[in-house]
């Protein structure tokens, strides 16, 4: 059985191996607009997938709507990320997929419900979120993602210019592209040693550590923790399976509820657990910032 290759990023919320999904551009460019009366940005289609959203992330932040016109709530955040893209001037782009037209590229993405926001940089997902967002909370969370994001990518440079990888942290990535995560963490871990605040080793630690854990439990983890919701390391399996299925709130909801049912060392141990899971995604997430307001209540 193929391992499942780890996402390389400080983001694990909402992670799909999009390289392998690869799809030829279409000649013409994409036409700019998601349809009448639906979201701004550049409509994703199979054909225009890795020019619009692989190939353009790594000159700049995008940031990926699934949306359908079914939902008004999918329309209104549209137009407002429309609004947003169009006042900061290309530092970013907006993207839209419509599930119901595009399905194939909704799986992709793994998008259960609408809308569902994606961030991309580097081809890879770095943050998301799902449903409705006021604008000033959208303000603060593209200001985040431009700033985790600022100088890391190629920008308005030349795209055919190689990037420049420091030769360790090409051999580790080799090694994620394998799928031999002994030898990548071993590499990542050096590099950590010898630079403790290099950001790509930091975030391939935690993630790795966290797959060759939650690759090795087992499939019916989750029913195991429902038919025993005291024992904590069924709690910790199911979580485990729970993340690397992106069903990230139940897996923090999960915990926090064992946190209000324990004490002494166990309530620690679920609170550690907890700790870790957050670290592997960008603080800025909807989804943590929640899990970490649900932890305070249920400790305090």
Not at 49 to 67: D, G, H, K, T
Not at 141 to 156: C, E, Q, R, Y
Not at 258 to 264: D, P, Q, S
Not at 282 to 294: C, L
């Amino acid at each position: 059985m193929t391992r499942p290759r780890p996402p390389i990023g400080p983001a694990l919320a909402g992670a799909v191996d999009l390289s392998a999904l690869k799809q030829r551009p279409a000649p013409e460019a994409a036409a700019s607009g998601a349809g009448a009366g639906g979201p701004g940005g550049v409509e994703i289609t199979e054909a225009n997938l890795e020019a619009e959203v692989l190939v353009r992330s790594s000159q700049m932040p995008v940031v990926v709507l699934l949306w359908s016109p079914r939902s008004d709530s999918s329309v209104a955040l549209g137009q407002t990320l429309a609004e947003l893209a169009n006042a900061d001037a290309g530092t970013w782009s907006l993207a839209a997929v419509n599930v119901d037209t595009t399905p194939r590229v909704a799986q992709m993405f793994g998008v259960q419900a609408v809308p569902t926001v994606v961030a991309l940089a580097g081809g890879q997902p770095v943050s998301s979120f799902q449903g409705p967002q006021p604008a000033d909370q959208l303000r603060r969370w593209i200001d985040s993602l431009l700033d985790a994001t600022v100088g890391k990518l190629a920008g308005s440079g030349d795209p055919d210019q190689p990037e420049q990888v420091d030769p360790e942290v090409a051999q580790a990535r080799a090694y994620l592209e394998e799928g031999d995560f002994d030898a990548a963490l071993n590499a990542y871990q050096a590099i950590l040693d010898a630079q403790p605040d290099h950001t790509e080793a930091k975030g391939a630690v935690r993630q790795i550590v966290f797959l060759q854990r939650a690759t090795t439990q087992r499939p019916d983890a989750v029913d195991l923790a429902d038919a025993a919701p005291d024992d904590v390391d069924a709690a910790f399996a199911a979580a485990d399976v729970e993340i690397l299925q992106q069903h990230v709130e139940p897996a923090f909801d999960r915990l926090i509820a064992l946190v209000k049912r324990t004490a002494g060392d166990d309530r620690t141990r679920v609170r550690t657990r907890l700790i870790e899971l957050f670290d592997l995604f960008d603080p800025a997430d909807p989804e943590v910032i929640a899990g970490r307001r649900k932890l305070a209540n249920a400790l305090y």
